[in-house]
């Protein structure tokens, strides 16, 4: 081992606005790296959406006749099947929160100068990186499969409006969960009931009129229902039908409107509980 | 902003960040008073004062459950003190945590590490956390891992370097932003021997070329007495001693009797005591008795021995430690509570 150089002086700044875009950036990266090291985390989360897309909706279709209506059968559950790739895909990334500390850097990150709020923000870029590429390859497979997408610039932006805002909120359930639960055992468990469970109420597979009324009224409070109500509007039903389901108005511009508040308001609440509760619990 | 550069090229032990700094003269770690209890009312840090200058070695020792790790914890800003105050180079560490963070790096006690990135990649986050400019950081990176010997290692992954490589690359990365107060959290504890010696030398190699402030805790008192200026011995969540090893030493004289005793040590020790040989500063453990001789000689305590008929085996004579001032404080054996 040889000796250190004398340490030059490092300008030290305080936090800035330029400094900290670069911190966030930099969390972002990091976390980045390390899920390109886990390709699991990347395919795992895909591989039953995909199945449903690929090999369910069409099957249901010809055994079924679809849903007698205007809209594809394929390509409605090709949507559908986006609301359990995002909420799997965010409880994989929450998995590496607690990865991170039990086994990694959590703490050198706790102690570096940039606001703790970062830790989760870095982390949620890169979830919503990860759902996005997993999500154009869930709709890429449906119309592959024969699914009808109705794609204009308009549509595309619900779609992308709905899936992204959706991601927040359950990235934000997936971090809250995170800091919460001490075991992985405990997080793991606690997956069906927070990203599989909801996905069956909130007409991912038929409409959500198809159920019982009490079914239907709760399925109306889910974010993924609104979600998933946009997401069809923008790529497979431009008459908002599931819209017209959850809000039973005659405008469906407005509907989309008021279902885009609601998962809006659930991604920013989510948000910031998550980020306070990982706050609240890096501090003892 | 004010870097405090030298004409000289050193960098000077005080600096300043858009005048909130240090000023001159300004210790670099001031604790007032801190005090912490946890949820549960369990007092972990009983209202402790100390301050440690710029450039100092100071260590803070004492077994598990001492407070050690808690204080650590609110320097760093990973505990909420319950009272008191606490400021690294003058920032307050409840009302300015991202200041005070960003002049000070920690080395935790076990391994904080992303395992599956590279021993660079690990460096180069640190830099990057902490405003180091790329051209600079690369060049510090470079000379820290040299002096830390992992060039060899420095691009593989994490995960398969050994646990005292992997120590060697946190004091590294904690270096990389040039910290002013640097944190040693127990560094050495779970290594073996060998490589417990070699950190050392890299500790030491640090202390000896880098103009910073370096807070280490330990149980281990033989690497107190090799590292730091000054320590602190804290049982129980409060501070029962703080000099410097040399001083802490020097009021147990220059030699000391041990022996153990079949029969009780507490005689012994009162009938040693009654003739004049021990002080109050004698004690026992178990059966051994420890007395400092101050003034006497070996030979005197030796006499009271033989003529109190007492049955002694054991019997040897040594120069003091830090664990015979750590024991004669607190009545207890620093590893056994460890």
Redesign the interface.
């Known amino acids: 081992m040889s000796a250190i150089a004398e340490a030059p002086s490092i300008p030290l700044r305080a936090p800035g606005r330029t400094r900290s875009a670069s911190a966030l950036v930099t969390l972002a990266k990091r976390r980045a790296s390390l899920t390109s090291k886990t390709p699991r985390q990347i395919a795992v989360p895909l591989l039953g959406p995909a199945l449903l897309a690929v090999v369910v909706a069409p099957a249901l279709k010809v055994a079924t006749g679809g849903l007698h209506s205007h809209i594809d059968y394929t390509s409605f559950v090709g949507v559908g099947s986006v609301g359990l790739v995002i909420p799997l895909s965010c409880i994989f990334a929450g998995l590496s929160v607690l990865v991170d500390r039990h086994s990694g850097a959590q703490r050198e990150l706790l102690a570096a100068p940039v606001p703790r709020a970062y830790l989760v923000l870095g982390n949620l870029i890169v979830a919503i990186g990860l759902a996005t590429l997993q999500v154009a390859v869930l709709i890429g497979l449906s119309a592959i499969r024969g699914g009808a997408f109705h794609i204009t610039g308009a549509g595309v932006a619900w779609f992308v409006a709905a899936a992204l805002l959706f991601t927040v909120f359950m990235y934000g359930v997936a971090e809250t969960l995170a800091s919460k639960v001490t075991k992985q055992e405990d997080y793991v468990g606690a997956t069906p009931a927070v990203a599989i469970l909801p996905f069956f109420f909130a007409g991912a597979l038929f409409p959500i009129g198809a159920m019982p009324g009490v079914l239907t009224a709760i399925a109306k409070a889910f974010p993924l229902t609104h979600a998933l109500a946009l997401m069809r509007y923008g790529f497979i039903d431009p008459s908002g039908k599931g819209l017209h389901d959850i809000w039973g108005m005659h405008n469906v511009a407005v509907e989309a409107w008021l279902s885009l508040a609601v998962v809006a308001l659930y991604a920013v609440a989510l948000t910031a509980i998550s980020i306070r509760v990982f706050s609240r619990s890096a501090v003892s | 902003?004010s870097?405090?550069?030298t004409t000289d090229?050193?960098?000077?032990v005080l600096?300043s960040?858009?005048g909130?700094?240090m000023d001159a003269g300004m210790p670099a770690v001031q604790v007032s008073q801190l005090r912490k209890t946890?949820p549960g009312g369990v007092e972990a840090v009983k209202g402790i004062d100390f301050e440690v200058a710029a450039g100092e070695v100071f260590g803070l020792l004492g077994p598990n459950g001492a407070g050690k790790s808690t204080t650590i914890?609110m320097l760093?800003?990973?505990?909420?003190p319950t009272s008191g105050t606490a400021r690294l180079a003058g920032y307050d560490v409840a009302t300015q945590p991202?200041?005070a963070?960003?002049?000070?790096?920690?080395v935790?006690q076990d391994?904080?590490?992303?395992?599956?990135?590279s021993g660079r990649?690990?460096l180069e986050?640190?830099a990057?956390?902490?405003?180091?400019?790329a051209a600079?950081a690369g060049q510090?990176i470079k000379?820290?891992v040299?002096?830390?010997?992992l060039s060899e290692l420095i691009d593989r992954p994490v995960s398969s370097y050994s646990g005292g490589q992997r120590r060697r690359l946190e004091i590294a990365?904690a270096?990389v932003?040039?910290p002013r107060v640097l944190f040693l959290d127990e560094p050495t504890v779970g290594l073996d021997p060998r490589i417990r010696h070699e950190l050392l030398?890299?500790i030491v190699?640090?202390r000896n070329?880098?103009?910073m402030t370096i807070l280490v805790t330990t149980h281990y008192l033989d690497e107190a007495q090799r590292l730091c200026d000054r320590v602190a011995i804290i049982h129980e969540g409060q501070i029962v001693a703080l000099d410097s090893p040399q001083v802490l030493l020097a009021g147990l004289g220059r030699e000391i009797l041990e022996f153990r005793v079949d029969g009780s040590p507490q005689a012994a020790l009162a009938a040693l005591r009654e003739r004049g040989v021990a002080r109050d500063d004698g004690f026992a453990v178990g059966a051994r008795v420890t007395v400092p001789l101050h003034e006497h000689a070996a030979a005197d305590a030796l006499a009271v021995i033989d003529s109190e008929r007492l049955r002694v085996s054991e019997i040897a004579t040594r120069v003091p430690t830090l664990d015979d001032v750590y024991l004669e404080l607190t009545g207890a054996r620093m590893d056994e509570a460890a």
Do not use: C, K, Q
């Open positions: 902003m870097t405090g550069d090229g050193h960098r000077p600096r960040i858009d909130l700094g946890y914890g760093t800003t990973t505990v909420r991202l200041l963070r960003s002049v000070s790096s920690v935790f391994a904080v590490v992303d395992g599956a990135l990649a690990n986050l640190h990057r956390l902490w405003g180091v400019p600079r510090r000379e820290l040299d002096a830390v010997g990365r270096l932003s040039t030398d890299v190699g640090l070329r880098e103009d």
